[in-house]
């Protein structure tokens, strides 16, 4: 698919695709004999994944070394296993936090709603 195929699928610019490609996070794209890119499945499912990693809160730089990691090959897989693991505590860390946000802004709706009702009573 080309770059604006690939664009669509993802939900990224062009722009933030070519700089993906740029910083190392997407390598050897194929290239048609016109030079234009060339994105196949697997870049496609990288890139959910790269996307994934980055809603997840993960830092561009952390994902950077995932994906150095996973151009060394296989014999890195406790290393790539342990950065997703310290991400992923760090993201239930996160989500436990916002859950207790959320309770307290809920609280507070509820205190104003019964405010509200009873000066309307």
């Known amino acids: ?12 610019s062009p722009h ?11 390598k050897n794209i194929e290239r ?3 030079g ?3 994105f196949s499945k697997n870049d496609l499912l990288w890139m959910e994944f ?4 980055k809603e997840t809160g993960m830092p561009l730089k952390q994902i950077l070394i ?3 990691l996973r151009d060394q090959g296989e014999h890195t897989a406790n290393s790539r296993m342990q950065l997703l693991k310290d991400h992923a505590q760090a993201l239930e860390e996160r989500l436990t936090q916002e859950a207790l946000h959320l309770t307290k802004l809920k609280e507070k709706i509820a205190y104003y ?3 509200i009702t009873s000066k309307n009573a």
């Open 16 to 26: 933030t695709i070519r700089y993906y490609e740029k910083i190392g996070l997407l």
């Open 36 to 38: 234009h890119r060339i």
């Open 66 to 68: 995932y994906a150095e």
């Open 32 to 34: 048609n004999a016109s």
């Open 1 to 12: 698919m080309n770059i604006k195929d690939f664009s669509q699928a993802t939900s990224l």
């Open 113 to 115: 709603d019964t405010l």
């Open 50 to 53: 790269i996307t994934r990693l």
